[in-house]
């Protein structure tokens, strides 16, 4: 049964920072990228950066310049370092996660998701 477990959201003033961890547990296919997605009320949930196991990275536009996505391939762990934070980061962040057989096929996994909410 795979698992992903987040932390590190919290409160935090305009123009600070958090560090958000994801480890994933129970996984016993290849991984194909790990990465967060964030849903502000009101809204749909939206990519904000995905790592896959080849290196590359997708960030939403929006973060660009201010998040950074890391691996830790050891402990199957994801996480983001998110910068100049603005009161429109405000959202619940969920951890991803995309398993694959090595074919086309893919099974993704969430999170429970953590809050973040950046206010004065």
């Known amino acids: 049964q795979v698992q992903l477990v987040e932390s590190g959201g919290g409160l935090v003033q305009p123009g600070g920072s958090l560090r958000l961890s994801c480890a994933a547990s129970?996984?016993?296919?290849?991984?194909?990228?790990m990465g967060w997605y964030r849903q502000a009320p009101g809204k749909q949930r939206e990519l904000v950066a995905r790592?896959?196991?080849?290196?590359?990275?997708n960030y939403a536009d929006s973060v660009k310049g201010r998040f950074t996505i890391s691996r830790d391939n050891a402990k199957n762990a994801v996480y983001l370092s998110m910068n100049s934070l603005e009161p429109e980061d405000t959202a619940i962040y969920y951890c991803?996660?995309?398993?694959?057989?090595?074919?086309?096929?893919?099974?993704?996994?969430w999170g429970q998701g953590t809050q973040v909410t950046v206010s004065s």
């Open positions: 129970g996984v016993n296919l290849s991984i194909r990228a």
């Open positions: 790592l896959t196991s080849g290196g590359v990275t």
């Open positions: 991803n996660l995309d398993v694959t057989d090595g074919s086309s096929w893919f099974r993704r996994y």
